[in-house]
């Protein structure tokens, strides 16, 4: 009984949605962190934007590796680092390897290229969270087994309207910035 729920199958499920849990914080943080309401908080909320940035990078790998183990739909590694060639969901497979990429090549440029490449190609690079996001949330969605379930369904859900909600927010608030600057020059 106890085995079951330690089963690699179990384990695949659980390290996807903590890898989409932990990705989704880190992008809220992150975004958090500009927006004025929060800027006393910015401290903390970097903290948080990196560290479940990377364990939730972490969980992928984990998530991926498993896939190599699986008694009923085993893949090959060449299935996972190469988008589309799966034999299982092809393109919901390969949109899963894209997103990893993209939340790789975020991780990298952050943490060991930033003064190579300079502030401003990190910032474009580092918006390449918001694809890898999208692509991340249609991946568990189609392929999941549990996304009819109602738990996973808030789950995605909450995701959707708090990311949203704060790119929202971003948005208008860098617009009311333009206009101040445009009305004090
Ligand atoms: C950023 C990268 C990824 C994230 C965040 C992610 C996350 C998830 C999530 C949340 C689920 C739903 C689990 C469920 O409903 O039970 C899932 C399922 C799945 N993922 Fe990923 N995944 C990623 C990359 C990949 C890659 C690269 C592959 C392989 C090519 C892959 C293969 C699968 C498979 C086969 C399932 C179905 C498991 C099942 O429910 O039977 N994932 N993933």
């Given at each position: 009984m106890i085995l079951d729920v330690f089963s690699n199958w179990n384990?695949?499920?659980?390290?996807?949605?903590?890898?989409?849990?932990?990705?989704?914080?880190?992008?809220m943080a992150g975004l958090m962190q500009k927006i004025s309401s929060f800027?006393?908080?910015?401290?903390?909320?970097?903290?948080?934007?990196?560290?479940s940035g990377w364990i939730g990078t972490l969980n992928v790998i984990f998530h991926a590796i498993l896939l190599l183990f699986d008694q009923y739909v085993p893949y090959q590694i060449w299935e996972i680092m190469i988008p589309f060639v799966a034999k299982n969901e092809p393109f919901f497979s390969g949109i899963g390897t894209i997103s990893f990429y993209l939340f790789l090549i975020v991780m990298l440029t952050s943490d060991f290229f930033l003064k190579k490449l300079g502030f401003k190609l990190w910032k474009k690079l580092h918006f390449l969270v918001i694809p890898a996001w999208v692509l991340m949330i249609l991946h568990g969605i189609f392929i999941g087994t549990d996304s009819e379930e109602i738990w996973a369904i808030i789950i995605y859900s909450a995701g959707?309207?708090?990311?949203?909600?704060?790119?929202?927010?971003?948005?208008?608030?860098?617009?009311?910035?333009v206009v101040h600057r445009k009305n004090a020059n």
């Open positions: 384990l695949i499920r659980t390290a996807g949605f903590l890898a989409y849990f932990l990705l989704t914080i880190s992008i800027q006393n908080q910015k401290q903390l909320l970097m903290e948080i934007h990196k560290i959707i309207v708090l990311i949203t909600t704060l790119l929202m927010m971003r948005y208008f608030e860098s617009k009311v910035k």
